[in-house]
């Protein structure tokens, strides 16, 4: 371990400190002077919880962004469904800026997921359209304005495994079809997931950030600090590219019980941001 990722290491304390104030007094942390970077949740995390519970769950921690996995809200939700649910995310104060991870197979299920995204008020679609269907998606990013940000898989899926592997397919498409970097994914791959980040900065849209216990396929979710992702120079990237987008964690550990992981990881990250700054 170098005497750099050590010292993280020890100021990572203070964001568990940190987490707990933000969550009581709602104040945002702030991240570097060039830009703060945005910490979230991808509610995958809670996906064994209501979506009441996940709303709650997400201020405690005392984030403001969060992006629904499809059992927060169905992708056929009616309209009024819709509308219903993001009434009770607005109403806890956070921003509902996209959804995802979306699969899109065909292209009934690419016209679906913009409607959806459409009726809820989001930005953006974590998505991953096969293929062949990558001119069907290109069609409704330009008729909604929606972006789509596509996720990748690791060795566990040959659709879209690396960051690359999207970068190929949307490097001459419409500038609001890119990558959301799945750094765990990347990482399981044996790629450093912050070079990545650097190589593929000009479409990166979103962030999935977790740590992973080994850099293989065998690596598993683990809290952020514990793993072999060298988060400080993942987030010092992310600050030279200026990456404006969200930092989504997305703990895939202890599903019935992820709180407590949650807010050690995002505890350290608050701490890695302080030590940065």
């Not at 403001?64 to 219903?84: N, V, Y």
């Not at 995310?89 to 913009?114: H, N, P, R, T, W």
């Not at 397919?169 to 609001?176: F, G």
Request: with cysteine; charged share 25%; proline share 5%.
């Amino acid at each position: 371990m170098t005497d750099d990722r050590r010292r993280f290491l020890q100021v990572a304390t203070i964001g568990l400190a940190g987490a707990a104030a933000v969550a009581q007094t709602g104040l945002r942390a702030q991240g570097p002077a060039r830009r703060s970077l945005t910490l979230g949740m991808a509610s995958y995390t809670w996906r064994k919880f209501p979506v009441e519970q996940a709303i709650e769950m997400t201020r405690r921690l005392g984030l403001e962004k969060i992006a629904f996995k499809s059992m927060h809200l169905q992708l056929d939700s009616t309209p009024e469904q819709i509308s219903a649910v993001v009434a009770k995310v607005k109403a806890a104060g956070l921003d509902l800026y996209g959804c995802g991870v979306v699969y899109m197979k065909s292209e009934g299920e690419i016209a679906q997921a913009f409607r959806y995204a459409k009726l809820a008020g989001m930005g953006m679609i974590i998505g991953v359209p096969n293929y062949e269907l990558m001119d069907a998606a290109e069609a409704q990013v330009k008729d909604s304005g929606i972006r789509l940000a596509i996720h990748n898989h690791g060795p566990d899926n040959p659709l879209f495994p690396s960051p690359e592997s999207v970068f190929e397919r949307v490097r001459d498409r419409d500038p609001r079809m890119g990558l959301c970097v799945d750094v765990g994914h990347t990482t399981r791959l044996g790629l450093n997931p912050a070079e990545e980040i650097k190589k593929y900065a000009s479409r990166v849209f979103d962030i999935h950030i977790k740590d992973v216990s080994a850099a293989d396929k065998a690596g598993k979710t683990v809290e952020i600090g514990r793993g072999v992702i060298d988060i400080p120079a993942l987030l010092k990237a992310l600050i030279g590219i200026d990456y404006s987008g969200v930092l989504a964690l997305e703990f895939e550990k202890d599903e019935n019980d992820p709180l407590p992981g949650s807010a050690e990881s995002i505890g350290y990250l608050r701490g890695a941001l302080a030590a940065l700054k």
